[in-house]
C-alpha cells in the first residue's frame, strides 16, 4: 500500500495532484461563497447543493480534461464516466449532510466545508483511474 502511496505521489502524478488541487481550490471556493450566501439567505443547504453542484461538475470537467490530465481521447466516453463519477461525489456529500447535520445536529457549515475535501480526495481518485485514465488501444483483429 505505501508503494502505491508513493507512485501516485511521483513524477506525473504530483503534477496532476497540484494541477486537480489549482482546478479545485478556484471551484470550491467560488462554490462554498455560494453556497453560504444563499444558506444566510435562508435557503436550505441540501437545496443550494442541489442546484450548485451542476454548475461546479462542468468547471471541473473542462478543467481537468485538458489542464489536470491532458485528456485526449472521446468527450462522451470520459463525460458518461465523469457523470457517474460525480453522482457518487454528490451521494457522499449529501450523505454526510444528512448524517451529520439532520442526525447529529453539527453545524451545516462544518459539514460542508469537510465534505469539500472527502468528495474532493473521492473525485481525484475518480478522475485519474477511471474518467480520463489512458486506455490502452484494441489490440488488432486476426483475420
Do not use: E
Request: glycine content about 12%.
Amino acid at each position: 500500500m505505501i508503494s502505491s502511496l508513493r507512485r501516485l505521489l511521483a513524477g506525473r502524478s504530483l503534477r496532476q495532484l497540484i494541477r486537480y488541487g489549482v482546478v479545485g481550490v478556484a471551484q470550491n471556493v467560488v462554490g462554498y461563497g455560494i453556497y453560504l450566501f444563499f444558506t444566510w439567505l435562508g435557503a436550505d443547504p441540501k437545496l443550494v447543493v442541489g442546484v450548485s453542484y451542476p454548475l461546479a461538475m462542468l468547471v471541473s470537467f473542462l478543467g481537468n480534461k485538458k489542464y489536470t490530465f491532458g485528456y485526449k481521447g472521446g468527450t462522451a466516453g470520459a463525460g458518461g464516466r465523469f457523470l457517474l463519477a460525480h453522482a457518487c461525489s454528490y451521494s457522499i456529500n449529501l450523505g454526510m449532510l444528512y448524517v451529520c447535520v439532520d442526525k447529529f445536529g453539527y453545524p451545516h457549515q462544518l459539514v460542508q466545508l469537510a465534505a469539500i475535501f472527502v468528495c474532493a480526495a473521492f473525485l481525484f481518485l475518480a478522475l485519474k483511474f477511471y474518467v480520463f485514465a489512458v486506455r490502452p488501444a484494441p489490440a488488432p483483429q486476426q483475420p
